[in-house]
Every structure is written in C-alpha cells, then in structure tokens.
C-alpha cells in the first residue's frame, strides 16, 4: 500500500425537500451551484441534463440536481459537507424546505490526509448535527462494520416527523471496489501527448472498458482527467448512475453506483460493473424502504457477484430515518 496518494473512496451527501416549485433545485444557476462547490473545493467539468434531472461531472466526483433532490459526491480531500449551509441558503431562496438528509461514505485509504470535518467519523457527525435544522429531529448515526481491513460503511441519516417514515423513492446501490485489475487499470491512463479534451478521452475510455455496455439505454457522459483517472454519469429517463476511477497501482479504487430501474435491472449493472475491473474486494451497500426483506437483497446481491469468482465475507442492516433499511455487503475474490 502507497504511503501517500490520491483518495479514491467518496463522501456523499443526498438532501429532500419540499415545495410547491416544479423546477425546485434546478433552478440554480451554474454561478449558483459553484458557489457552493467552492466550499467544497472542487469544479464542474462537464454537464447533461434530461426532462427530470441535471448531471454534472466534477473535477471530483459527481453532482445530480432533480427539483426537490441533490445527489452530491466527491473524492480527494474535498470538504463535502461544507455545502450545507450554502446548500440550505439556495433552497429556502427558491422557497424549499429540507426533509430529510442521509450522508455516507467507505473506509478512507488515508485518512490522515482529510480536512476537517472529515478528520474522522465523530467529526462529521458533530458537523452535521450542528448545521441541520432542528425540524430534522429524527437522527441516526452508525458504522457498519467489515470482516476486510480496506471497507466499511458509515451512515448518518436525519429526517422530519414526516420523512422519518416515508419509504424512500426508489432504491439506490453503491459499490466500491479496491485492488483493480492492473491491466484494467491501465486503460485509465492518458498517454503521454494526449491533447484530446477530457470528454474526448473519457468517451474513448467509455468504450474501450465496455463500461457503456453497463446500461445501454444511458446516456453515457464520460471524462478522463490528466495524467489518468475517469468520471462517468449515466442519464436513463429519471435514473443516474455513475462511475468514478483511481487507477494508480497501490492503492487502484473505483465506485459504481446507480438508483432506480428494479431490482433485476440494478443487479444486472452491479454484474456487468463488478466484470469490468475485476477487483479484489468489493463493498455492496443498497438503501431501500425500510422493512424489507435484508436476507432477499443479501442473496440476490451474492448471486450477481459470485458467479465472478467473489466470496461474501460478512453481511449488515440497519433502518435508518428518512433513508429506509441500508444493507451492507463485503466481498473478496477466491484468488485471495
């Protein structure tokens, strides 16, 4: 393992809220948005939109802006949950009121090398009871633990009296995966004298990797950065996904994550995500209506990847407030 490198592994922030606007969020400005991107310490590099949402490739990670929804994730050292304030400002501006927060993230590669307040879990905790609104009284924090050093999951999740019960709209899975085929990984890397823009390299990689092929209906938006590493968002009528990749040797990451569509559906992309860059451990964790069946969603999940050659390791669940019942999966591959 590097002493010392890039940090792969996302923090991402997901906020409801409420309004009679029908535009909501995306009425925020480009100047708006990376206002609060700023706080954050990152930029937007390229953007789509549809009829339901905007997606925004960043120079970390990824932002999606539906009306009454923001989905934002970032990497590095960035200072995620700095956007709150900001955040909160813009919406009560457009006459929206926050419902529910849930706020996640994996293992830190290296964790000495964040900023506060994600110097550690406790922090961000502290951060973010602090800045959300007291209506948000129904409040959970909790890690879920792994049987592997490299992953595990922390969740902070906040909701009003209403959200608190509500099922979330639809499920989402988020996948990280470590140890990445090295030839794989390789494929991440720009050559030397590329002068292509980064939406002409990353579209390249898009279909050198097959990653594509991963939802053929999406339209694919992929960004490769230089001297390597790839940002990809997927747009399918209402339903994102994403890929973020650090391909360096050491310390190789990449995350798939994709909400909506059905289960067979989702599953199917978790297959066809986890095949491309063959990993050496993967973490599976999916949020859904609470009260549902966990032993259903751990089975279906160990279906998909062990045929891959990939062991499950250890299994979680808790409810949360406002997010429903967050699973968490780990798994290795049988080379190991």
Known sequence: MAVSGFEGFE???ELHFSGDNPLGLRYLSID???QVLDAVQCSIVSAAGNRSFDAYVLSESSLFLYPHKIILKTCGTTQLLRSIPSLLHHAADLGLRLRSCRYSRGRFIFPAAQPFPHTSFPDEVRFLDARLPATLRFRKASVMPSATSAHSWHV???????????PPSGSTIEVCMTELDRSLARRF??????????????????ELTEIGGINPRALVCGFAFDPCGYSMNGLDRDRYSTIHVTPEDGHSYASFECVGGGEMMELDCLRKAVHVFRPGAVS???????GGDEGGVWSAVANALE???????????????????????TFTARRK
Not at 191 to 205: C, Q
Not at 307 to 329: H, I, K, M, W
């Open 32 to 34: 708006d948005l990376q």
């Open 284 to 290: 599976v964790c999916t949020a859904a209506a609470a």
């Open 189 to 206: 890397h720009r050559r030397k004298g590329d002068d292509r823009s980064g939406d002409e390299a990353g579209a390249e990689m898009t």
């Open 156 to 166: 902070y999740s906040a909701a009003d009296d209403e959200f608190s019960v509500l």
């Open 307 to 329: 045929p891959l050659g990939l062991s499950c390791r250890n299994q979680a669940a808790e409810d949360f407030p406002g997010a429903g019942t967050v699973t968490y999966q």
């Open 11 to 13: 923090k991402r922030l």
